[in-house]
Structure formats: C-alpha cells, structure tokens
C-alpha cells in the first residue's frame, strides 16, 4: 500500500505541475477575454439568486436558488474544513493567498462553463434536460468530439466520488467518541468501526439520490444555508476570541505567498501549487462538476445561469475557506505539525473554545460532509449516465455508495492522491472545450445584457 501511495503522490505531482497552469491561464484567459463584463453584473445574478425574474415554465428541474445550493453542497464541504488545513500544513499559510487568486479567476471560469452548460443542454432518454461539459462538448464541437466528452464523464465517475469526505467525517467521530471510550482499540476492530461509520453513512446518502436532482436540490436547498451560516458563526466566533492575532495572520499569508518561508527548503513552487490543487477541490472551478449542477436550472437565459454560478466561489473560497484558514492561523495549531485534515481544523476548535468547540465542529463537520455527499452523488449518476444510459442509473449509484464505505479505511494520503488525478484529469476537456466555445459565450452575454437595458423588467 505504500508503494501504491508514493506511485500516486509521484503522478498527483506531475500532474498538477501541467495543470496549475491550464487552470489559472485559463482563469484569466475568461477573465480579459470577457472583458469583466461578468463581473460588472455580479448584482444582477444575486437578483436572479433570491428568485427576480424567475419562471417557473422554463426549461429545467430546479430553480436558480436550487441549482447554486446543488453545486455548494458539492463545493462547500469538507475541502473548507479538512482541505484548508492540508493546504496550510503542506503549503504554509501563503498557499490560503493562492486559493483567492485560483477563486477570482474561477469566478469568470464558472461564468463560461455554466452558461455553456445551459446554453448547449440536450434532452436524455426520459425526456429530461440535462447540462454539464459532455453535453456542451457533444452539442457544441459536434460529434467527432465525443472521445473529449466520454473522458470527462469516465474522470467523473472516479473524481466525483465522496472520498474525500466520507474519510474525514469518519475520522473525527473516531477521535471524539470511539478512541476516548476505548472501542475498537486494535488494528482490525478500528478497521470494522470505520466500515460501520461508512455503512451509516451510505445509507443516509442513499436515501436522498434515489430521488434525483429534485430531491437533492430540495434538501441542499435547506441544509445549505443553515449550514454555511452555523459554520460562519463557528469561525467568527474562534477568530474574535484570537483577535489580536489576526493582523498577524493576514499579513503572514501574504508574506508567505512569494517567499515559501514557512515550507521546507522555502519552495515557493510549493505553496502555489498546492493552493491552486486545495482550491480547485474545494470551489471545483474548471472541473466541469459546477456545470452539471447548474445545467439543471429552469432557465432559458444561459447567461443568467453564468452569473448566478460566479458566486459559488465567492461564497466557498472567499468566505469558508478564508474563514478556516484564519482559524488554523491565528489559534497557532499549524505549527504544530502533528495533526492534518480535519484534525487540524478540530486542534484550533478544541482549543479556542473547550468543552464545546469539538462538538460545534462535529455538527458542522457532519453537515458539510453529507451535503457533500448528496452533492457528489448527482454527478457521478450523470456521468454514468451519459456513458451507460439510464439502464446504469441503480448500477452507478451502488457502486457510488459502496466507495463512501470503501473510503472509511483508506488513509488521508491515499484519498487525496487518487481524488486529485481523477479530479484533475477532469479539467482538461473542460477547460479545452469551453475556450473553443468562448466566443459563444461572449456573444449570447452582449446580446442579453443589451436586451436587459433595453427591457429590465422582462422575465424568463
């Protein structure tokens, strides 16, 4: 297994050094190849947001509101809590100052995948409209593309599994109440407590997909919020009772994001390379995920399904990774160096706030995880999906809910090795496709926001 791992680390390495710049060249290529038309209008999507000019007879299964809580409860997750702490351990805090810059450019990113992912849906086998980069690459390049789009659904079905988040969750239910209580003390009884914490969370998931995208969006649409702003309230409540450490914190981010000094040898390679690979896991910006979700909008407008996706990594990145990162910074944990993940992320808690910081996290921690979940389950069924039909539907969800348990006696190392190729091999057709389509893109967003000044208070 070690062997195994260390082949892994070698490819996640050599991957990521090619993709660092596919996704952050990319990212600013949308960024001034749009001419920041998009971001001049980021009021306008949050209009759309709360439900302005919505229509419930447009084509679609799920409102905008849905559609963004869809994509967060697969972006805001467990790369806000345990990814952060892995960046700022492997990273240094700098790494935090290179997920802002990966979530900026990300914005303009999401901008042009999602209102692809709308603007070139196609109808599946029951007669329903579905979006996402298989489709626009299909429907958009034409049919001598179609390798392009089976590879990024074929990566989706392995980068789009709940690994990540299954793991950690089962890590500090074990620190917390397992460990201490003396259960499952040996090597094969830990081994069966984190297939039984697997098991448990398989079925709760389980639950949820077998209903869809509407089912899914439904509940994402009531846990989201409510757990977004529980964890908020959480991290305020930490970073103000260390207050005086925050100018500290902020500068030393800065300071470490073009020096490297707080990772081994001063590489500075480093702490960009590993903020842009935490980012693109936490907001999933380039990865094509955001634009299955968001494909599923009741919308005929692709530009306002754009604008209303921009703000996926100003709340996942900006917000709920800034917020852990200044946890783990000014508590002082991440000098530690004995604790990683989501153990990190529980070091700070626990100390900043005794007796109920480990529990807070805990609530937080679950939510976020099974949202996650729910979250990641509607990609991997789309994509299997697209490759197999609708017959693969109960197949791919099986096998969906079997890897959630599956990854309960895995290591952390492992599981971010394997997600990290099979998460950013995903990348490469969608970013590819989408500056193909660019031109698209940009045309459709001149003639809408032409008809909105010319005709405000028109709707879908």
């Not at 467990?78 to 700022?88: F, K, L, Q, R, S």
């Not at 290179?98 to 007669?127: H, I, N, Q």
């Not at 409510?226 to 930490?238: A, D, E, N, P, T």
């Amino acid at each position: 297994m070690f062997a195994m791992n260390e082949m892994l680390n070698q490819v996640s390495g050599i991957l990521w050094s090619y993709l660092l710049y596919l996704l952050l060249g990319g990212g600013l290529f949308f960024v001034f190849y749009s001419k920041f038309l998009p971001f001049r209008h980021l009021g306008h999507g949050l209009m759309l947001l709360f439900g302005r000019m919505e229509n419930q007879d447009s084509p679609g299964e799920i409102t905008h509101f849905r559609a963004l809580c869809s994509a967060l409860a697969g972006t805001v997750g467990m790369g806000n809590v345990a990814g952060v702490a892995v960046a700022i351990s492997q990273g240094g805090p700098g790494a935090l100052f290179w997920m802002w810059v990966c979530a900026l450019v990300g914005m303009a990113t999401k901008f042009y995948t999602c209102s692809l992912a709308v603007m070139y849906r196609a109808k599946d086998e029951d007669g329903m409209e579905q979006g996402g980069p298989m489709y626009y690459i299909c429907q958009g390049l034409g049919k001598k593309w179609r390798p392009l789009a089976f590879f990024f659904a074929f990566c989706g079905m392995f980068g789009c599994l709940p690994l990540f988040q299954s793991n950690q969750l089962t890590q500090i239910v074990r620190s917390m109440f397992l460990e201490p209580m003396g259960w499952f003390a040996s090597r094969d009884e830990i081994l069966i407590g984190n297939l039984l914490c697997g098991f448990f969370w398989a079925s709760l998931v389980g639950f949820v997909v077998m209903g869809g995208i509407g089912r899914i969006g439904a509940v994402a649409a009531r846990l989201v919020p409510g757990m977004i702003l529980l964890y908020g309230i959480s991290c305020f409540l930490v970073v103000f009772l260390h207050a005086d450490q925050v100018p500290s914190s902020i500068g030393l981010i800065f300071h470490d994001a073009f020096t490297g000094q707080a990772v081994a040898g001063g590489a500075l390679g480093m702490v960009i390379v590993t903020g842009v690979r935490r980012a693109a896991f936490s907001n999933e910006a380039g990865m094509g995920t955001e634009a299955m979700a968001h494909g599923a909008a009741k919308t005929k407008e692709p530009i306002r399904e754009g604008l209303v996706a921009m703000w996926g990594p100003v709340v996942d990145t900006l917000c709920m990774c800034t917020l852990t990162g200044l946890v783990i910074l000014v508590s002082g944990v991440w000098r530690t160096g004995d604790k990683d993940g989501v153990l990190l992320t529980r070091l700070a808690f626990e100390g900043s706030l005794p007796e109920v910081g480990s529990y807070l996290l805990l609530l937080c921690v679950f939510c976020l995880s099974v949202s996650s979940m729910l979250g990641f389950a509607y990609y991997v069924q789309k994509c299997g999906v697209f490759i197999f039909g609708k017959r693969a539907r109960l197949p791919v969800t099986t096998f969906y809910l079997v890897a959630i348990i599956a990854s309960t006696v895995a290591t952390t190392s492992e599981i971010l090795n394997f997600m990290d190729i099979a998460f950013g091999l995903m990348a490469i057709p969608t970013i590819i496709s989408t500056v193909m389509l660019a031109p698209r893109v940009n045309r459709a967003a001149l003639a809408y926001f032409g008809e909105q000044r010319a005709k405000p208070s028109e709707t879908d």
